[in-house]
């Protein structure tokens, strides 16, 4: 991706190096909103081991790979909210209120709980953040085989989609469907919601292609980061069989399929998963 780096966001929270909350271990209880719940389960211990750098559990302190790490996230979150700003007037008739970005290391305190590295990058509709251990981008290159940097892109651009289902309603509406669902039918919705996010990945994605953004092969690198994170390739890495009964993101192609969807549409409305007949 075509980026200018050497800027920080306003709306970055650097909290990279704070102590780790007490009381460690509470569950975020989010499930679909979570992008990656499921890593947590799958690679947890792969991820903490990447995070901690083995016995030792003391904050490294910021080093210049850090910084450019955090411009890149700065750039691709200003450039999604901009977007995101430009298109909820035209596309959804209401004004785009931000999102906050909090950056930690190992562990971190959110208004859906606190919550540690292995669960992957999250977004809470209770603070309107998305919450990133940086570590995670080593995982998604060298566990998941997701590398690049608009593989990167891909993961904030999706944290922002449930930013958007938060302003709008849909993350609202969906808790509240869920309740008296069996567990089944609880995560067939989670499915709908996650892949919307990957949709709304794709529609901003699309804009950045417009503008000249694009290096060869990014639109590429974006699909390996939504498959490698598809259910199906998660279940087949950690369990060796798949049980699409559990799945709460969708599989591999769904994620894939509904991200080109909206990059092909850049059209919101092309990401109405909850009525579409097939994921
Ligand atoms: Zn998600």
């Not at 700065?74 to 977007?83: E, F, G, M, P």
């Not at 699309?206 to 974006?222: F, N, P, S």
Request: glycine residues 10%; aromatic residues 8%.
């Amino acid at each position: 991706m075509k980026w200018q780096p050497g800027h920080r966001s306003s709306d970055v929270e650097d909290r990279r190096g704070q102590a780790a909350p007490r009381g460690m271990g509470i569950k975020l209880g989010l499930g679909g909103t979570l992008i990656l719940a499921l890593l947590s389960a799958v690679l947890g211990k792969d991820l903490l081991r990447s995070v901690s750098g083995g016995a030792g559990k003391e904050p490294r302190a910021a080093g210049a790979a850090d910084d450019k790490a955090l411009e890149f996230v700065s750039y691709v979150l200003d450039d999604n909210q901009a977007t995101w700003a430009k298109l909820f007037p035209e596309q959804f008739n209401r004004p785009y209120r931000k999102a906050t970005m909090v950056v930690f290391s190992d562990a971190v305190d959110s208004a859906c709980g606190e919550a540690d590295s292995a669960v992957g990058p999250f977004y809470c509709p209770g603070d309107d953040k998305v919450y990133i251990d940086l570590t995670f981008y080593q995982s998604l290159k060298d566990q998941l085989g997701a590398p690049g940097d608009f593989a990167q892109a891909y993961v904030i651009s999706h944290e922002i989609g449930h930013h958007i289902q938060n302003q709008l309603g849909t993350e609202r509406s969906v808790r509240q469907k869920q309740k008296g669902l069996s567990k089944e039918e609880k995560n067939q919705l989670s499915i709908r919601m996650e892949l919307q996010a990957d949709c709304y990945a794709g529609v901003w994605s699309k804009t950045t292609q417009d503008r000249k953004l694009l290096d060869d092969g990014d639109i590429e690198e974006a699909m390996g980061a939504a498959s490698a994170v598809g259910d199906d390739r998660l279940q087949k890495a950690s369990a060796g069989r798949i049980a699409p009964e559990k799945w709460t993101h969708g599989s591999s192609a769904m994620r894939m399929r509904w991200f080109k969807r909206g990059f092909d549409s850049g059209l919101a409305n092309q990401c109405d998963t909850f009525s579409a007949a097939t994921l």
